[in-house]
């Protein structure tokens, strides 16, 4: 039986999440699926398991966007088909906020501020703490409450949040939802620290 590949979903895939996410990743000692990256996503839940199976370390960070379609749009198909495929194994999802006209939202076990402190509420796309718990407003988590992740970290948008999670200044809140997922699932320090690059 083959091994199951440890991945961290992100609902998100502009090139600003890319460039956190990648860094996220080389921080954690993982890889990043760089070609999942787009807006809305391109590739297919296939392909984008033949690249997680392709890298050679864990955990493997990997980006889904819907460019605010309504309902279940590419990216979240994709998300679904990665999620639920038997030789994968969803450590966790980070949920990126965003300001939809179609108010989609998502249930979060915890989220982080734009000033990198944990909140039981939702956070806006800014990073700012919204008013209800335990939700988060976004163009791709219609079906992220269905994938059953062991924790649902909710963010503001990824890489911008006024500049706080630039990647210049390394995406600070990007990682610290990557350490979150990892320490949570017992799965903390699993990267190779010597090879750490990106994939594409």
């Given amino acids: 039986m083959a091994k199951k590949r440890k ?49 050679p370390y864990d955990p493997v960070l990997v980006m889904f966007d819907d460019s605010g379609l309504v309902g279940e749009g590419s990216g979240e198909t994709a998300m679904r088909y990665v999620a639920t495929h038997e030789d994968i194994e969803v450590l966790g999802i980070i949920a990126v906020a965003s300001k939809t006209r179609h108010e989609e939202w998502t249930r979060v076990d915890v989220s982080i501020d734009h000033n990198g402190q944990l909140t039981p509420y939702g956070v806006d796309k800014y990073g700012a ?38 990647y210049r200044i390394g995406a600070p809140i990007t990682k610290m939802a990557v350490e979150i997922i990892l320490e949570r699932s017992g799965c903390h320090g699993i990267g190779n620290e010597k090879n750490n690059e990106t994939n594409s």
């Fill in 129 to 166: 703490a919204e008013y209800e718990l335990g939700r988060l407003n976004g163009d791709t988590v219609y079906c992220v409450d269905e994938l059953n992740a062991p924790i649902v970290v909710g963010v503001g948008d990824i890489g911008k949040m006024g500049g706080k999670d630039d």
């Fill in 7 to 55: 991945v961290i979903l992100i609902t998100d895939g502009d090139v600003y999440a890319r460039r956190a996410v990648e860094l996220a990743a080389r921080q954690a000692g993982g890889r990043c699926i760089s070609m999942s990256q787009g807006n809305p996503s391109v590739l297919t839940g296939g392909e984008i398991v033949s690249l997680i199976k392709s890298t």
